[in-house]
DNA sequence: ACAACATACAACCGATCGGTTGTATGTTGG
DNA sequence: CCAACATACAACCGATCGGTTGTATGTTGT
């Protein structure tokens, strides 16, 4: 966990920790969807929407390919799986499992 | 996700969602640390980190015990389990093997 | 060509966040 | 007993958040 994973980490839970976003993601996980598209789904405005989907872009929890004047968003299943693996380390913190203490928790 | 599920999700990512939190959750997995042990790690106040602590037992990653005149935070692996396998039902989502979609997805 | 559509972004607003200081309450060691 | 310690919490502050409306820019179908 370096200065660049710790910035990614706080990218990642930041976009995970609304509602609508966590929505949007499982939405574009499913398979691709346009911003308008997604904004239909939810009872606020495009502009609303847009904002969130540039939030897990910007997380890189989803990626956009323009097709004529649409934004075809699609789900970044990596990110997601590099989001558990933060959780794996924790969970190796706990049972202790951890080969250098010191990155972790630079004691004491 | 039910609604209750939703609410365990806000309070998990957003107490994920910052650093010094994280350096906290780490360190009482490690183990058991009294809230003025944890304050003395970081360049801040003790109320601050004292509200930090507060944020990830409202969330459920840690718990507190009293001895004496110290509250000892333990974290809860469980908890961060149960935040990985959020995770896991993403991955489920993107892999097409949800079994009841419109419960994720209530379409169109 | 041009009207309608899809997107991006700025400015603004009330609410929440992460920090501070100050105060109150309980616990302990000498 | 009481001074020092450990914790909790309220009030406050600037910054960020999640939403809004409005505007600009590109793309498309007819």
């Known amino acids: 966990m370096d200065e660049t994973d ?3 980490a706080d990218a990642f839970f930041h ?3 609304d509602r609508t976003r966590r929505d949007i993601l499982r939405r ?3 398979g691709e969807h346009s911003v308008s598209a997604l904004a239909a789904k939810y009872d606020m405005s495009f502009a609303a929407v847009q904002k ?3 939030v897990l872009e910007r ?3 989803l990626t956009k390919r323009r097709q004529g004047r649409e934004q075809l968003a699609t789900g970044d299943v ?9 959780l794996s380390e924790l969970e190796d913190i706990w049972r202790g499992r ?3 203490i010191d990155t972790y928790l630079k004691e004491n």
């Not at 990596?78 to 933060?86: E, I, K, L, T």
């Open 6 to 8: 710790e910035q990614r």
């Open 15 to 17: 976009a995970l920790s």
């Open 28 to 30: 574009v996980l499913a």
């Open 52 to 54: 969130h989907v540039a």
């Open 59 to 61: 997380a890189g929890l």
């Open 78 to 86: 990596q990110a997601v799986r590099s989001v558990a693996s933060m």
């Open 98 to 100: 951890v080969d250098r």
